[in-house]
């Protein structure tokens, strides 16, 4: 039996697919191994969204061969996309694919094997205008399944290589979405997280259909106990959509709202398509119609031309809407981008003094979130074992709040009501009554 191994940098996508080709491959009669042993073939499933990105991705592809020198070495995804000419130049790469025809991989691979001479299968990502479909009937250790329903982006902010790396905006068909929808229920699926690039533009390429009427097409399926959205931007909660999300008891009162800056200004350099008060008004109707949301947001500290001013109203904003988590990252210049041309860079040391202001506030809300539900019930889906000798559980509430709770059973991928009793570093303890 021939053994494959993987190894995933980057998004929730990413990973999702990386999911869905370890499927194909197990399909095929291939052992799938960790990518720390020996195997026939190395799939490094690569991430592009910062320079550091390609490098982290070129150290992991390079390390294939240490296990096994006669290993084919297979390279796809968005880094691949982007520079394969770059990727094919690295000795140990035998393929290279990039973020289409990942259905295909087995053949590919083995094609690969037998040709047994350098092979580019990159195509033009922007002439691609059908969606890929790789469904996946089963996660190895999960509980909660992510779900791939749309891919490619075209809002091309300023700073994003992605739009580039994944194409136009294509829409997974709703029957298909569906049926592994209804597979994953079957298999003791709880959760399903909708993703994919841009998933607030899912059904535009369609043209029937939208993101809220596949959420309400999922609430439907029997066994499906809570849906999740990944990141989406604040135009798409109109008061229309939150008014139909407010009739599905199994949305979880969690949004991940993408700001990037609590500034106008900065927003516009950005090509961000909203203001921040937009956004503000958002925040309130969610919370005003969903008891106990969790707001959570991705921010970027140092874009060009972000002035002290900037910066000031970026601090404000964040402090007024109080975000219960916060990922906050410093502003990288993406080659390819237009804001890496921009002459007004922010130094290395400014960029790192604005996100230690930011990431304090960020922590310190985070923490006011949680400490308000300590001593209430809230129901958690415990997703695996930590600790198997105190027997110690990890699991999320519906509002995105981690918990430890202990238990004298197996309750992995069980809803359970717990008490949240103490807030840890990055968790809450919980009781199960």
């Known amino acids: 039996m021939k053994r494959a191994a993987f190894y995933t940098l980057g998004c929730k996508v990413n990973q999702y697919e990386t999911e869905a080709m370890i499927e194909s491959f197990e399909k095929s009669g291939y052992e799938i191994v960790d990518y720390s042993e020996y195997a026939d073939v190395y799939i490094i499933n690569t991430c592009t969204v910062t320079n550091m990105g390609d490098r982290k991705s070129r150290q992991i592809i390079r390390k294939a061969r240490d296990r096994n020198p006669e290993a084919l070495v297979a390279v796809v995804g968005c880094y691949s996309q982007i ?40 195509s033009d990502i922007m002439k691609v205008r059908e969606f890929e479909d790789m469904p996946i009937k089963n996660y190895r250790n999960r509980t909660r399944a992510f779900l791939k329903i749309q891919e490619g982006c075209d809002q091309y902010c300023t700073y994003c290589i992605i739009p580039y790396a994944r194409g136009h905006v294509r829409s997974r068909k709703p029957d298909s979405i569906m049926a592994e929808v209804k597979e994953l229920a079957e ?25 809220i009427d596949i959420i309400e097409k999922v609430h439907e399926i029997d066994g499906i106990q809570r849906i999740r959205m990944s990141s989406v931007e604040p135009n798409i909660i109109t008061d229309g959509f939150i008014e139909r999300l407010s009739r599905l008891p199994k949305i979880c009162r969690h949004f991940h709202l993408s700001l990037q800056s609590g500034c106008d200004e900065t927003l516009k350099r950005m090509n961000r398509k909203y203001t921040t008060g937009e956004y503000r008004s958002v925040v309130a109707k ?7 949301v969790a ?27 109080a975000f219960s988590s916060m990922h ?58 930590i600790d198997d000798e105190q027997l110690l559980f990890e699991g999320l509430t519906v509002n995105y709040i981690r918990v430890v709770s202990e238990s004298q059973e197996d309750i992995k991928g069980k809803i359970i009501e717990t008490i949240l009793m103490e807030l840890k570093e990055d968790y809450m303890l919980g009781r199960i009554h």
């Open 83 to 122: 520079a394969p000419g770059e990727v094919l130049e690295i000795p140990e790469v035998s393929l290279v694919v990039g973020t289409n025809e990942r259905s295909r991989m087995v053949e590919l691979v083995e094609h690969a094997m037998r040709k047994k001479e350098k092979l580019n299968m990159v």
């Open 187 to 211: 298999s003791g699926f709880r959760e399903i997280v909708l993703t994919g690039i841009h998933v607030a533009s899912y059904g535009k390429d369609l043209g029937n259909t939208s993101l």
């Open 286 to 292: 969610l919370r005003e119609v969903f008891a106990d």
């Open 295 to 321: 707001i959570t947001t991705d921010l970027i500290v140092g874009f060009p031309g972000e002035t002290e001013e900037e910066f000031k109203r970026t601090v404000d904003f964040i402090e007024e809407i």
């Open 328 to 385: 906050v990252f410093k502003y990288s210049q993406r080659s390819g981008t237009p804001a890496a041309r921009y002459s007004n860079q922010i130094k290395p040391q400014v960029k790192d003094a604005r996100s230690k202001v930011v990431t304090a506030i960020a922590r310190k809300n985070e923490e006011k979130f949680k400490k308000a539900f300590i001593g209430r019930s809230k129901s958690v889906l415990y997703e695996h074992v």
